[in-house]
């Protein structure tokens, strides 16, 4: 393979890389801006949202909360993710129907 073309595709992958770097900084701050606005969400939330499978979702949500940009709480199987522990529980306790 000539030198000019390993160049290009070297560049290409680059570029590729870079708009990947970009796409998931503009969809980290989507999501931390929908977590804040909505109050607590379940990553099928999210995914459904966004439009993107769900266990990519709970990838980016667990490390979004290793950063300490999110908090996560599990409240009988289900695992909630939230800025505000007061704006969450009342979304959480809210969404609770009394029989």
């Not at 708009?19 to 969809?27: I, P, T, W």
């Not at 966004?50 to 199987?77: H, N, Q, S, W, Y």
């Amino acid at each position: 393979m000539p030198l000019a073309k390993i160049q290009r595709y070297v560049e290409r992958t680059q570029q590729n890389i870079f708009v990947e770097h970009v796409v998931l900084g503009v969809r980290r701050r989507g999501v931390l801006k929908f977590v804040r606005k909505v109050g607590a969400v379940l990553a099928e939330q999210v995914a459904h949202y966004f439009g993107m499978p769900v266990e990519e979702t709970r990838c980016l949500l667990d490390e979004l909360v290793e950063k300490g940009e999110l908090r996560a709480v599990e409240i009988a199987g289900l695992k909630f993710y939230f800025v505000d522990p007061k704006e969450a529980a009342e979304v959480i306790l809210g969404s609770i129907k009394p029989d």
